[in-house]
């Protein structure tokens, strides 16, 4: 079966206080129906995380439970209402910015043509390799490494001042398929 995503928003405490619902987007919920430049979906996230810094998990339906037998953060964002945000496509926020690991993505090198992997879903996903659509590819160890982490984006190259750039890219690859 698929895995159904959920773009998460959480309090330092783990806290769900934002989530998008892909469904409201005429968006697939598996992880690489959604996971392209210039998706709505990513472009929402995007938008909310202009200059303000928020932690960011793209939760999994399958992803481990948070207690034995209890929800999953999937499953908690059920609670609140999904964001319902028209931020629209902004191509200006060229920077996704990574506080915790002082990192950031120049997304100018992403923009290769329709279907270009975006790389912040991956990089925030828990329980990708669990079902029906998730990404199997190159750097399939890279999934899921800032999840949780304070994330932002920019259109000011300022913002990423004293940050590592972080090359990372994602292709999907047949040749994966028994890793995932």
Not at 159 to 164: D, I, L
Request: include cysteine; hydrophobic fraction near 35%; glycine fraction near 10%.
């Amino acid at each position: 079966m698929g895995q159904y995503y959920r773009p998460v928003i959480l309090l330092p405490a783990g806290v769900i206080i934002a989530y998008w619902d892909c469904d409201h987007y005429n968006n697939g919920a598996k992880l690489m129906e959604h996971s392209y430049i210039g998706n709505e979906v990513v472009d929402q996230v995007m938008g909310y995380l202009d200059n303000n810094p928020s932690r960011l998990i793209w939760a999994g339906d399958y992803a481990d439970r948070l207690c034995p037998g209890g929800p999953t953060l999937y499953d908690l964002a059920d609670d609140l209402p999904a964001m319902q945000t028209s931020h629209g496509h902004n191509s200006s926020l060229r920077y996704v910015i990574n506080h915790s690991r002082e990192q950031y993505l120049y997304l100018d090198e992403y923009r290769l043509g329709d279907f270009t992997i975006h790389p912040l879903p991956l990089l925030t996903a828990v329980g990708n390799g669990r079902g029906g659509g998730d990404y199997c590819g190159i750097n399939l160890d890279s999934v899921g490494t800032w999840a949780g982490d304070l994330i932002s984006t920019s259109a000011n190259p300022a913002a990423v001042s004293g940050y590592r750039s972080y090359n990372i890219s994602f292709r999907e690859d047949s040749t994966y398929a028994r890793a995932c």
